[in-house]
């Protein structure tokens, strides 16, 4: 990885959990020995099919990616819709699965920093101290992941169209850390992801901003109030 690459996402790049507070020098060690590399993408591209190992995990430096899969009846299932900041990938890479039902695909032009856990796991490992620090951090990260399932299974075990929007809006504005926040997703995408049909959820959106609960334009979203119960 260059350093000009470096240089222009550093301070992103360190949002990472694997690199978080790390020195120049430190990260770009990190950066070598996870044989680290940039690639570009345009919108629909995919990064990943289904069937096929993947053998880096990702790290999304601009534009978004979706992780998906399909039903049993062939539809559509967004599993997860990453934005600059966040990574995908890091389980099936880890487990090397061979035959993942999970396909990845650029929802937005996109610039993915692909990174190998191939060098970390070797014996021994190069940069002995590094690697077992990185394997620490590789671990947390894998807990974190964990965490965001969770929520996940939260958004879809909603009883309601109304409580899983609930939910999904709670949880975006958490990480926002406001009551107004921008989603990433479509109309499309975002009744894929609470499991829900898209005409039935546009429904409970515009009944939820005449009931005073949220307002929205666009993919610009802001939560008035949610009664206790919701």
Not at 206 to 218: E, K, P, V
Request: charge should be positive; charged fraction near 25%; proline fraction near 3%.
């Amino acid at each position: 990885m260059e350093n000009a690459e470096v240089k222009k996402y550093t301070e992103l790049i360190r949002t990472c959990m694997l690199f978080r507070g790390m020195t120049e020098e430190r990260l770009s060690d990190a950066l070598s020995l996870l044989q680290a590399e940039v690639r570009s993408y345009r919108k629909g591209d995919f990064l990943h099919h289904a069937g096929e190992p993947l053998k880096k995990f990702g790290f999304v430096l601009s534009g978004a990616v979706q992780a998906m899969t399909d039903d049993p009846d062939g539809n559509r299932m967004i599993m997860a819709n990453v934005i600059p900041g966040g990574t995908f990938g890091e389980s099936l890479c880890y487990l090397e699965i061979p035959d993942s039902p999970t396909y990845i695909r650029a929802s937005e032009a996109a610039e993915i920093l692909w990174l190998s856990l191939a060098v970390l796991y070797g014996e021994p490992a190069p940069q002995a101290a590094l690697a077992r620090d990185l394997r620490r951090r590789f671990t947390a990260m894998l807990a974190e992941r964990a965490l965001m399932m969770n929520q996940r299974i939260q958004v879809l075990s909603g009883m309601t169209i109304r409580d899983k929007l609930t939910t999904f809006f709670t949880h975006a504005a958490n990480r926002a850390g406001s009551r107004s926040f921008t989603i990433s997703m479509t109309r499309e995408d975002l009744s894929s992801y609470i499991g829900a049909n898209r005409s039935a959820m546009c429904r409970e959106l515009s009944r939820m901003r005449d009931d005073g609960l949220i307002d929205y334009r666009g993919n610009r979203f802001r939560i008035i109030k949610f009664e206790k119960n919701s």
